[in-house]
């Protein structure tokens, strides 16, 4: 068998599909509303005991959960694609630091704003403060990573589709433009990327 993706429009699920057009490589799409919580059904989570999108299962059978893993797993398998720079290269440990950051500090507050029943009784100020906490870490991208329009200059990685993706949750496709305008053009670079069009457009507009 190909790979199979399992996921929901303008999920986690959305950055493998990224990866996959970038590589050339199909898969089949098995969808997991999140809206009606199918994430948290017995039957999926037989396969993810997390509950979460995405999964990917390679052609073996292989489960593989979590999004940079399962980013890294397809990096590591299609090596000829070029997603990360090689393991020399100091811009493959560049693309990872900005790619984990991202990862490790801001996917917490996505959970946190789209589940605040979660994590409290006050969901509204969980919410609030999950999305202060983000911007935070965006800002710091902004300055610190300074994409241009990829992290790495002209050259593309994983770590774009990564910050492209996570640009568009909790309200920040209208942020963006007004206080990290590097990252909105970072967002727009990987919507236009002829191989990422189309993937990208069953999930977001194109950014302005």
């Known amino acids: 068998m190909g790979y199979v993706l399992y996921g929901d429009r303008r999920s986690g699920s959305s950055t493998v599909e990224l990866a996959l057009a970038e590589i050339g490589a199909e898969a089949e799409l098995r969808p997991v ?4 919580d199918a994430q948290l059904a017995a039957e999926y989570r037989r396969i993810n005991p ?3 999108v995405p999964t990917l299962l390679l052609p073996d059978g292989t489960t593989v959960t979590e999004s940079t893993a399962i980013l890294l797993t397809l990096e590591a398998r299609h090596p000829g694609a070029g997603l ?9 440990a560049t693309a990872l630091r900005w790619m984990m950051l991202a990862a490790s500090e801001i996917y917490p507050c996505v959970t946190r704003f789209d589940y605040p029943d979660r994590f409290g009784a006050d969901a509204p100020s969980i919410r609030t403060r999950a999305t202060e906490m983000a911007r935070e870490i965006w800002r710091l ?7 241009d329009p990829f992290v790495l200059g002209a050259r593309f990685s994983l770590a774009d589709i990564y910050l492209a993706v996570l640009s568009r949750w909790m309200g920040n496709e209208a942020w963006m433009p007004g206080h990290c305008p590097r990252i909105q053009a970072l967002a727009r670079a990987v919507a236009t990327r002829p191989r990422l069009a189309a993937a990208w457009g069953r999930h977001f507009e194109v950014p302005a």
């Open 50 to 52: 997390m509950g979460r």
């Open 84 to 92: 990360l720079p090689p393991g020399d290269d100091p811009g493959r």
């Open 33 to 36: 509303p999140l809206e009606r």
């Open 141 to 147: 991208i902004e300055d610190g990573a300074r994409p």
